[in-house]
């Protein structure tokens, strides 16, 4: 019967274009199967039945807008050894060093210690096998927007700004850019199937107030910061952001909640945890399916990012 509710809710929720809950979050795709944030990962996390799949995006030298988790290359691709002496001082290779067209060359591989060259996740896609490339934050959105008229499911994008600061001292604008493709797409309004998030709350207030953002936002939060860790916090916060996206250690400790759920509920946020990883579950989950019940039903999170879209649905 359970089962049965379940599917019946999913089914509603797509034919009325209602919000589903919980929300299912691709974290950079299905990426506990195929490397992350590549097409392939994308292609399988919509089959999975995803709600939302995210983009973490980075901006190259010519101001391209690629899909990519970290301003450097250096754990998801075989720069070193196709660009060998294009690192920096401290060994790493910057993607706004290179390049569109240059990055156009890299192959994509499952993520790995550059130091060591293993596998981060040894069970997960074999390491340096086939052949995938980075993409652009446009190319994702035209595929993804594509599968939603072939399927006639209503899949949302969920971009993430990366660095912010980081990138302007190194002369670009990031939001600018993203913002420019997202109302090229028709993402403008909170009724869009689109969240923007980002770890820096200043960019979050520059999105909203200076830049004009109307979309819905989320503060994620890596660590203790008491713009989360208080109700006060969570009160200013609310003023500016739609949601939160705390690490799942701060949803839990063990099988107990900390509350942090309901207090941003009572402030009017959502609450999307990341990452539900079943090859990395906490101590005291027997597998995937048991941890996720206890995050939605227990935990009560709004939804949460997982690199196992189908363990979720």
Known sequence: MKACTALLAFC?????????????IAHRGASGYLPEHTMAAKALAYA???????QDLVLTKDGALIVQHDVMLDST??????????????????AIDF?????????????FNPKTGKAVYAGRFPAGVGEFRINTFEEEIVFIQGLNKSTG?????????????????EGQDLSKKMLAVLARYGYATKTDLCYVQCFEY???????????????????????TPLIDTDDGLK??????????????AIAEGRKPTGLVERAHAVGLKVHPYTLRTDALPKGFTDGKDYYRFLTQEAKVDGLFTDFPDIAR
Do not use: M
């Not at 034919?15 to 809950?21: D, K, M, N, R, T």
């Not at 660009?83 to 060994?91: L, S, T």
């Not at 240059?102 to 192959?107: F, G, M, P, S």
């Open 12 to 24: 509603c929720a797509r034919l009325f274009a209602v919000e589903p809950a919980p929300t299912i």
């Open 48 to 54: 999975q039945g995803a709600d939302y799949l995210e």
């Open 77 to 94: 691709t075989d720069v070193a050894t196709r660009f060998p002496g294009r690192q920096r001082a401290n060994g790493s290779f910057y």
């Open 99 to 111: 390049t569109l067209a240059e990055v156009r060359q890299l192959r994509v591989l499952e993520r």
């Open 153 to 169: 499911r209503k899949v949302g994008i969920y971009p993430e700004v990366k660095l912010a600061a980081w990138h302007r001292q």
């Open 202 to 224: 200043a960019e979050l207030q520059r999105l909203r107030n200076e830049l004009g953002w109307k979309g819905r936002l989320v503060l994620l939060a890596g660590g203790k």
């Open 236 to 249: 200013e916060i609310a003023k500016v952001v739609d949601g939160i996206g705390p690490a799942l250690s």
